[in-house]
């Protein structure tokens, strides 16, 4: 069985400051591991995901994730906050497998900039 | 970037009542998943449904669920008698052909108030 535990599901940092949005996942095979952003009366979107290549993620919007397996961690980085951030992050895991891609969601941080 | 449609954004509906939840998932995809989120609570998987079958199915998806694809392009959850609980926000979702990393494309979901 998989899951994924978020820490914090709130988080306010000022524009201009770092974003660290923390995720850790226990997965009884090697995961595949996605990072999803949902933005006011959206759907989820894609910012980035590892599946086995470079441990180091950069995705859309200047955000990277760094894969840790001595950790169990794949967190969430942005260097320098920009108001456009403001929506809520989810974490998920899928296990690697032939068929289907379900995907396990941790709980979610919400993201709020101060100018 | 094509988008997965999901009619309606809100549903309200009786307690008992039977409702129909609607996607068009991307035209060239193959793969397709709802899940649902109540408020507060994580994203949780309820089906994946892929050559004309359900391929996973989740301890939520009871018989009070099903899922169609009636007509090549539309793809239907369909709850028979409502209960309270099944409020939420309902993701479809779906993914080409491929290897199991593919991303999955989200609508922005239906928000099903059961009263």
């Known amino acids: 069985a998989q899951s994924v535990t978020q820490l914090g599901s709130h988080v306010s940092v000022s524009e201009g400051a770092l974003v660290l949005l923390r995720c850790n996942y226990s997965?009884?095979?090697?995961?595949?591991l996605f990072w999803y952003v949902q933005y006011p009366n959206q759907g989820l979107q894609l910012l980035l995901k590892?599946?086995?290549?470079?441990?180091l993620v950069k995705g859309i919007n200047g955000f990277e994730a760094e894969f840790k397996k001595s950790e169990t961690s794949f967190h969430l980085t942005k260097p320098s906050a920009h108001m456009s951030d403001a929506a809520e992050y989810f974490c998920?895991?899928?296990?690697?497998?032939?068929?289907?891609?379900?995907?396990?969601f941790g709980g979610g941080t919400r993201v709020l900039v101060k100018p | 970037e094509p988008e997965v449609t999901q009619t309606p954004s809100h549903q309200v509906t009786q307690m008992g009542q039977e409702v129909i939840l609607r996607c068009v998932p991307i035209?060239?995809?193959?793969?397709f998943y709802w899940y649902r989120q109540i408020l507060g609570q994580k994203v949780e998987f309820l089906v994946s449904?892929?050559?004309?079958?359900?391929?996973?199915k989740s301890e939520i998806f009871d018989d009070q669920f099903s899922v169609e694809r009636p007509d090549g392009s539309n793809f239907t959850l369909k709850i028979r008698s409502t209960k309270l609980e099944d409020s939420a926000m309902y993701f479809c979702?779906?993914?080409?052909?491929?290897?199991?990393?593919?991303?999955?494309?989200f609508g922005s979901g239906t928000q099903l108030s059961v009263l």
């Open positions: 979702a779906s993914r080409p052909r491929g290897i199991t990393n593919e991303k999955l494309f």
């Open positions: 997965s009884s095979v090697p995961p595949y």
């Open positions: 590892y599946t086995s290549a470079a441990t």
């Open positions: 998920a895991v899928s296990e690697r497998r032939a068929a289907g891609n379900k995907l396990t």
């Open positions: 035209s060239n995809h193959l793969y």
């Open positions: 449904f892929y050559n004309n079958e359900i391929s996973e």
